[in-house]
C-alpha cells in the first residue's frame, strides 16, 4: 500500500477497505497505530530541531553572556591545542595528579602513595590505585604523552556520540517505534538526535574541554545502557566493572546486580575488577591499595564547597559560606587551588551521609521485585542515585544523564501517544516540554551567571545542575509504568 493511502486512512478520507464505511476493526486499530507511529515520528523530529535551535541559542548565540566573555576552553581549542599550538596547556584535570601519583610510585616503589601526594603535597590524586592501570599501559607501548591523553579523550567523545546513535536506535525499535522510524530518513534522523545531543551535552563536553578521564566512564556508561537493552548482560557489566577501576562508586552495581539475580551482570563485573584489583596490588602493594579508603573517608567528611560539586554536600557548603565558591584569585589571576577543600562541618559531614545513603539504598532497591517489567528504567535509576549520592560529583559525572534522556524521551512520547483524554494528553505534552527543559538547562554552562549570587543566600540556585537531575530522576521513576487506558465513552 503507498504511503498517500495511508495518511489519507489516518485522516479519514480514503474509501475502501482501509476508509469509509467499510473499514473494519482491524483496519480501524491499524489507523489508530499508523496515526500513533505518525505522532511519535513528528514528536523525534522536534526534539531533533529543538536540540538544534537550544544548543545554537545557548551555545553560541548567547554564549558571551553566559560565560562573561571569557571564553571558556571549548572542544575546539582543545583541538588547536592538540595540533600543536601549546600542546603544554593542554587541561589535565584528571591526567595530572594521576601522572603525579605515577611517578612517585615509580620512585619510591610500594608506599604510601596517598599520603605522599594528596595529604602531604595536596594534589588531587582521588582514584583507587587500579587507574593507574591505564598509565602502565601506556607507558608499556611508549604512549605516554601529553597529546596521546587528549586524543584518547577525544576519541572517548567519538565513541559517546556513535554510542548514542546506536542507543537511539536500538531504544526505538525495544520501546515499539519499529514502524515510526523504519524509513532511512527517519534513520538518519534519529541517529542524528543521538549524535547532535551528545554533542551539545555539557557534561560530556566540559569533560573532554578540562582533561577528566570522565569521558571513558561516560562513553562506558552509554554502551553499557546499550548493552543491557540488547541483553548482553555479561558486556554491560564488563564496562561498569572497567569503571570501577577508575571510579569505585560503580561497584555498587555489583550490589543492584546480585539484588536482582543478573548474574551475567555480576561475571561480567568481576571478571573485569578481580584481576585489576590483583595487578595493582601486585604492581603498588596490597596495604598501599587499602589506603585509598583514607582518601575516600577524608572525601566523605569535608567534600568540596567549589560550584562545580553538584551534590548535597556542595549545595549545603554553599548556603552556609564553607569554603571557596568560586575559583581563588591571586596576582589578577584565576585559577583553581588544588587543595582548597571545604572546612570540615559537621552539619555538612551528617547531612551529606544521611542522603548518600538515601540515594544508595533507593537506587540498589527501588523495583527490587519487579518481575522484569521495565529493567531499564531500574538500571538507569541506579546510575543516576549512584551518581548524585556522593559526597562529590562534578559536572563531568552527570553524563551519566545522557542514556536517562534518551530513554525519558521515547517513554513520553509513548505515554503521550496512549493518553486518550484531552487532559491527560496535555500532562503528556507538559512532561514532554519538562524534559526538552531539562535537557537545554543541560545542555549549556549557566555558571557564570549565577556566580554572582556566591555571597548571597540565593546560592542555591548555582546547583540547578543538582536540581535538574533530581527532576529527571522523578520522571524516570513516575514514568516507568505505563498509563493506564480509559474505555471510549
Not at 237 to 263: C, D, H, N, Y
Not at 365 to 373: E, H, S, T, V, Y
Request: hydrophobic share 50%.
Amino acid at each position: 500500500m503507498k504511503s498517500k493511502e495511508f495518511v489519507r486512512a489516518a485522516e479519514g478520507t480514503l474509501e475502501g477497505p482501509l476508509g469509509g464505511n467499510r473499514a473494519g476493526a482491524v483496519d480501524a486499530l491499524a489507523v489508530k497505530d499508523l496515526a500513533r507511529d505518525r505522532f511519535a515520528a513528528w514528536t523525534l523530529t522536534a526534539a531533533f530541531l529543538f536540540v538544534l535551535c537550544a544548543d545554537t541559542l545557548l551555545g553560541v548565540v548567547f554564549r558571551p553572556y553566559l560565560d562573561g566573555g571569557t571564553g571558556d576552553t571549548t572542544v575546539w581549542d582543545v583541538l588547536m591545542l592538540v595540533a600543536g599550538r601549546s600542546p603544554e596547556r593542554l587541561p589535565l584535570d584528571s591526567w595530572e595528579p594521576m601522572m603525579t601519583a605515577f611517578t612517585w610510585l615509580r620512585d619510591h616503589g610500594k608506599e604510601n602513595v596517598y599520603d605522599a601526594v594528596f595529604f602531604t603535597q595536596h594534589v588531587k590524586f582521588q582514584y583507587p590505585l587500579t587507574s593507574l592501570l591505564v598509565m602502565e599501559a601506556l607507558s608499556a607501548v611508549g604512549l605516554l604523552h601529553l597529546r596521546i591523553y587528549a586524543l584518547i579523550n577525544l576519541l572517548m567523545v567519538v565513541a559517546t556520540v556513535g554510542g548514542m546513535a546506536l542507543l537511539m536506535r536500538e531504544l526505538a525499535q525495544r520501546m515499539g517505534f519499529d514502524r515510526a522510524v523504519r524509513g532511512g530518513v527517519s534513520q538518519l534522523t534519529l541517529a542524528a538526535l543521538g549524535a547532535v545531543a551528545a554533542l551539545c551535552f555539557y557534561p560530556v563536553v566540559k569533560a573532554f574541554a578540562v582533561g577528566q578521564i570522565q569521558v571513558w566512564l561516560n562513553a562506558a556508561f552509554v554502551f553499557a545502557t546499550l548493552f543491557y537493552l540488547r541483553d548482553r548482560r555479561a558486556l554491560a557489566g564488563a564496562l561498569l566493572g572497567a569503571s570501577t577501576l577508575i571510579k569505585p562508586q560503580m561497584s555498587l552495581f555489583l550490589v543492584w546486580a546480585l539484588l536482582r539475580r543478573e548474574w551475567g551482570f555480576a561475571i561480567g563485573w568481576a571478571v573485569v575488577v578481580v584481576p585489576g584489583f590483583a595487578a595493582a596490588c601486585a604492581l603498588y602493594g596490597f596495604v598501599p591499595s587499602l589506603h585509598y579508603l583514607d582518601v575516600l573517608s577524608f572525601l566523605g567528611q569535608h567534600g568540596e564547597s567549589y560550584y562545580s560539586n553538584q551534590t548535597v554536600n556542595g549545595l549545603l557548603h554553599r548556603l552556609l559560606h564553607n569554603g571557596p565558591n568560586l575559583l581563588s584569585t591571586s596576582n589578577g589571576d584565576t585559577e583553581w587551588r588544588g587543595s582548597a577543600f571545604a572546612p570540615y562541618h559537621p552539619l555538612v559531614h551528617v547531612a551529606t551521609l544521611i542522603s548518600g545513603v538515601a540515594f544508595v539504598l533507593f537506587g540498589l532497591l527501588w523495583r527490587i521485585r519487579d518481575g522484569g517489567r521495565q529493567p531499564i528504567a531500574s538500571f538507569l535509576v541506579a546510575g543516576t542515585c549512584f551518581t548524585i549520592g556522593t559526597p562529590i560529583a562534578w559536572v563531568p559525572h552527570y553524563g551519566v544523564l545522557l542514556p536517562v534522556c534518551a530513554y525519558l524521551l521515547f517513554v513520553l512520547i509513548d505515554r503521550a501517544r496512549k493518553e486518550q483524554r484531552g487532559q491527560d494528553r496535555r500532562g503528556g505534552l507538559g512532561r514532554l516540554l519538562l524534559l526538552g527543559a531539562g535537557f537545554a538547562i543541560l545542555s549549556n554552562d549557566f555558571f557564570h551567571p549565577l556566580s554572582e549570587l556566591a555571597d548571597t543566600s540565593f546560592n542555591i540556585l548555582q546547583s540547578y545542575l543538582f536540581f535538574t537531575a533530581l527532576m529527571l530522576l522523578h520522571l524516570l521513576v513516575t514514568t516507568a509504568d505505563p498509563p493506564r487506558t480509559t474505555r471510549p465513552s
